[in-house]
């Protein structure tokens, strides 16, 4: 990255239907960024077969540059060289990620791409056993990895 140009930041998120809190964060932060300090792309991966997503049009509403991800289904491979080339195209120097899915692409993308990579930690509930069992437990070894993670702390 050259001190001549701002910082280019990849919101990545994979999410089904219409989302939940993250979403607004995600969308107002890359509507709200500075762009002369941060050039910022808002990235959705999209199942194909998600008939009620509607990301793309709360993107189109706040105004940000946005790209999607389309995949056949959630362990779709061919969203690796999408991924892949997105960097390369848009120079990206941050990849930031906010789900179990994409903390481990940023993680990959990291090493192979040369991106740092940040995770937020949204605070996931943990509702079916797949994801108390199986996806959490990954998490939190992909994010024992990452070089950056932030909390999302919520004040009562």
């Known amino acids: 990255m050259s001190p001549s140009r701002p910082v280019r930041v990849l919101e990545l998120r994979s999410v089904r239907g219409t989302g939940g809190g993250p979403e607004k964060t995600i969308l107002m932060g890359a509507a709200m960024a ?3 300090r941060a050039s910022v792309t808002v990235c959705y991966m999209r199942d194909r077969r998600d008939g009620i997503f509607a990301i793309d049009e ?3 509403d706040a105004r ?3 790209v999607e991800v389309v995949e056949k289904h959630s362990f779709d491979p061919s969203v690796w060289p999408q991924l892949r ?3 390369t195209d848009r120079q990206i120097d941050v990849v930031h990620s906010h789900d179990y899915k994409t903390n481990v692409l940023a993680l990959m993308l990291s090493k192979a791409c040369g991106v740092n990579a940040l995770s937020t930690v949204h605070g996931w509930t943990g509702h079916s056993p797949r994801e108390r069992y199986l996806y959490y437990p990954a998490d939190k070894r992909v994010l ?3 070089r950056s993670v932030a909390p999302v702390v919520r004040a009562h």
């Open 144 to 146: 024992a990895m990452a």
């Open 34 to 36: 500075d762009p002369r």
């Open 85 to 87: 080339r997105l960097i």
């Open 58 to 60: 709360r993107a189109r």
């Open 64 to 66: 940000v540059d946005y």
